[in-house]
């Protein structure tokens, strides 16, 4: 398997543009999730998915985000309009099955956003 | 929400010495995973303790989980400048997904 691919790897827009980040999770994994990494808050859980559904989305800063799952080998990740703030790394990951204590997560290497 | 603490937040030693990063949380986990970023990529998972009290070497790394599991601990003996990177501790908050401390960011210098 080729792991976790994200696209693309870096993207550059201008404040007020759509923004649309892609992932394909590993084949036969149930859980996908959204994170974003920051130097100064880290990684963050924007929102995740279980078999395909949207599970938790409390994470999303706001509404001009949202993530949609179409099937189990996709998923989205949209800013709609970007800002300056949304300037950050985003990571797609995918598990087993994330309620299992031993279940780690493979991340994709990221998309480095930048708004300007 | 669950909050996991890293210590120190930077180091930076010459290659052959041996080094302790620490993750703490004021809460219990039921498992704590250890994972390493390197520059431009995603983390990656280096190890999953599970049982307070549990030792999991891999190579020059060991990981140990806290009694109490709240505190686990990840040393790395004669350190090689392939061992830099940022090392997180993430652990899952009730039933939900991982929540991950800030890192520890390591430099060993050849």
């Known amino acids: 398997d080729a792991g976790v691919i994200q696209s693309p790897r870096h993207e550059v827009t201008e404040m007020g543009q759509e923004v649309t980040l892609r992932c394909k999770p590993i084949s036969g994994h149930n859980s996908l999730f959204w994170y974003r990494q920051t130097m100064m808050r880290g990684l963050e859980l924007l929102i995740y998915f279980n078999n395909n559904v949207p599970i938790d989305d409390s994470g999303m800063p706001e509404d001009r985000f949202s993530a949609k799952m179409p099937n189990a080998s996709f998923s989205t990740l949209k800013i709609q309009p970007s800002e300056p703030r949304d300037s950050a790394v985003y990571f797609c990951a995918s598990s087993l099955r994330f309620q299992s204590r031993a279940s780690g997560y493979t991340f994709g290497s990221g998309t480095r956003l930048t708004v300007v | ?110």
């Open chain 2, 1 to 110: 929400t669950q909050l996991l603490e890293q210590s120190p937040q930077f180091l930076s030693i010459q290659e052959g010495e041996n080094l302790t990063v620490y993750c703490n949380s004021s809460s219990v986990f039921s498992s704590l995973q250890w994972y390493r970023q390197e520059p431009g990529e995603g983390p990656v998972l280096l190890v999953t303790v599970v049982t307070g009290g549990e030792v999991k070497k891999l190579k020059r790394l060991t990981f140990q989980f806290g009694d109490a599991r709240k505190d686990s601990s990840l040393h790395i003996t004669a350190a090689q400048p392939g061992d830099t990177g940022l090392y997180l501790c993430a652990g899952p908050s009730g039933n939900t997904p991982l929540v991950f401390g800030k890192g520890t960011r390591l430099s060993v210098i050849a």
